[in-house]
């Protein structure tokens, strides 16, 4: 089946403890991107990638590190958690490298608790 | 900066009922649109992609069409029932570098 898969769906952690939350596509795509949702804020985007080892930052980058070392993975890095980092994140994949061309697909999300 | 704004953020309409949810957005020049439905503790669901050269698309009960010179788009969902339940989201690309911008969504619930 075609999917974005996330893990871990749910995590709660502790400030300043390191964190990865991983991103896995099956379907070839070119571009991945990360998000963040927060009531009132709606989506906003985190980082995103269209190619294998390029990455750009979208709206929210601080407090995030990403990597694109292989097609398929995209994980999600917080190096050093806060409780402002506390939200549900979605990975989305599309097939075009460029970002919005084409249909994105996304994951079921990662609900992250920050303490 | 490009904003997306959709009216209303919640909406409840008895079952059969067609409807329309509406999304504006401050730049139109847009590369496309996209709506989206996301449900409870699930991710989001493309349902429609409009390139900016289209007015419309459709997908079985769902149609969709934009209007780039007044930076809007409807969804139109006809004969609803209690399984469209969910929020709807709009998503515009714009920009050089191609940002993806979301709405905030409507909440839609369909009575039965």
């Known amino acids: 089946e075609a999917q974005v898969t996330q893990n871990p769906r749910y995590l709660i952690t502790v400030t300043g403890k390191k964190l990865t939350v991983t991103c896995s596509q099956n379907?070839?795509?070119?571009?991945m991107s990360w998000y963040r949702q927060d009531p009132g804020l709606g989506l906003r985007q985190i980082y995103y990638s269209m190619n294998v080892e390029v990455t750009d930052k979208g709206d929210v980058p601080e407090g995030y590190k990403v990597s694109r070392k292989e097609k398929r993975n995209f994980p999600l890095i917080l190096e050093s958690p806060s409780p402002n980092q506390t939200s549900l994140y979605f990975c989305?994949?599309?097939?075009?490298?460029?970002?919005?061309?084409?249909?994105?697909?996304f994951g079921a999300g990662s609900r992250l608790t920050v303490l | 900066k490009q904003e997306v704004t959709q009216i209303p953020a919640a909406l409840s309409v008895p079952e059969g009922e067609n409807l329309v949810l509406n999304c504006s957005f401050t730049?139109?020049?847009?590369?496309?649109l996209q709506w989206f439905r996301q449900d409870p503790g699930k991710g989001l669901t493309s349902l429609l992609l409009?390139?900016?050269?289209?007015r419309e698309q459709t997908s079985g009960r769902l149609n969709a069409s934009l209007d780039k010179s007044s930076g809007r788009s409807t969804l139109y969902i006809a004969a609803s029932q209690p399984g469209d339940s969910a929020t709807y989201l709009c998503?515009?690309?714009?920009?050089?570098?191609?940002?993806?911008?979301f709405g905030s969504g409507t909440q839609l619930t369909v009575l039965p």
């Open positions: 989305a994949s599309s097939f075009d490298r460029l970002p919005g061309a084409n249909v994105l697909t």
């Open positions: 998503a515009v690309v714009s920009g050089s570098a191609r940002q993806l911008t």
């Open positions: 379907m070839n795509h070119e571009y």
């Open positions: 730049d139109s020049a847009i590369y496309n």
């Open positions: 409009i390139q900016s050269s289209q």
